[in-house]
């Protein structure tokens, strides 16, 4: 029997992901407040609904994509809460960056009555949500992650299970954090190179053959006309917003302080990312922090 997922925000990487599903013969029912992302949906064969509690009707999973952990909240622990209503047969899985400690509220709430739920961030931004090959990052049960392999497989390539629930937000706001650290070092190098004249392309492969490569250099370089299909050979337009890297930093140096971890890259990467987003970056993507460095 075909599970019906319902699917709950559909933005960059959320209308991909939920495109994932249909195309592994999955029942999609969808809602987002942004109608064409939900008739774009529609007209990739899903099902629509007018609100949240329509789309969860008789779904088996449901899966969110939402901006953040209030929204989150709202979603399913609000006055029209989702879990008040729904089966305790359904499995939760939301995949929002968000605080670990909401994900933990959420779950708590779940636990309570009697639903499944992990929290599943996702990394390898918009192209990886495109080609179905996400890493999924979980926290929760073994049980309830064990659960929600077959539908994130249909979505990802890599699926971990970081821990107990909010573990996948730990780990994931880990990783974005270092990611900004290095997205700024490799800008900052590739800046360097050429004010003194270098080639951006020789010498992004010249540091992809040493000591310097990164993850950045490989798939996602800052640099425009350097590599196609990147943002930053698009006006910096898609992918991974400075507005969103500027929140997870903010989850990040929260973490740190309750954690008492020295993270003073995190902090200056924080800091960067919030002149940029000041600066009036925020809907361009997080790889654009090559621009604040050529201002200053």
Not at 60 to 80: E, F, H, Q, R, T
Not at 255 to 270: D, V
Request: hydrophobic share 45%; with cysteine; glycine share 10%.
């Amino acid at each position: 029997m075909t599970q019906h997922i319902a699917f709950i925000g559909l933005g960059n990487m959320g209308g991909h992901m939920a495109k994932n599903l249909l195309k592994k013969d999955f029942r999609v029912t969808v809602y987002d407040l942004n109608k064409s992302a939900m008739a774009s949906l529609k007209e990739a064969g899903a099902e629509t609904a007018d609100n949240a509690q329509s789309a969860v009707k008789d779904a088996d999973v449901i899966i969110s994509m939402l901006p953040n952990g209030a929204i989150v909240k709202s979603l399913y622990m609000g006055a029209k809460g989702l879990i008040k209503d729904i089966s305790k047969d359904v499995l939760i899985i939301d995949s929002s960056t968000i605080a670990a400690d909401d994900a933990r509220a959420v779950a708590k709430a779940c636990q309570q009555q009697g639903i499944a739920m992990i929290d599943a961030p996702v990394s390898g931004g918009t192209a990886a949500a495109e080609a179905g090959t996400l890493t999924f990052i979980c926290g929760g049960e073994a049980a309830h992650f064990e659960a929600a392999k077959t539908v994130l497989s249909a979505m990802g390539r890599h699926i971990f299970h970081a821990g107990a629930s909010g573990a996948g937000q730990v780990a994931k706001i880990c990783n974005n954090m270092l990611l900004a650290i290095h997205m700024i070092g490799t800008a900052e190098a590739l800046n360097m190179g050429a004010q003194q004249g270098l080639d951006p392309k020789v010498m992004s492969e010249i540091m992809k053959a040493s000591s310097g490569n990164n993850w950045s250099l490989q798939v996602y370089n800052p640099y425009p006309d350097v590599m196609p299909h990147v943002p930053a050979s698009n006006d910096y337009q898609g992918g991974f917003m400075v507005d969103l890297m500027s929140k997870d930093l903010g989850l990040s140096q929260e973490l740190a302080a309750k954690s008492g971890s020295a993270t003073p890259l995190g902090a200056l990467a924080a800091q960067l990312y919030q002149i940029h987003q000041a600066g009036g970056a925020g809907g361009k993507d997080f790889s654009s922090i090559l621009q604040l460095l050529q201002k200053h």
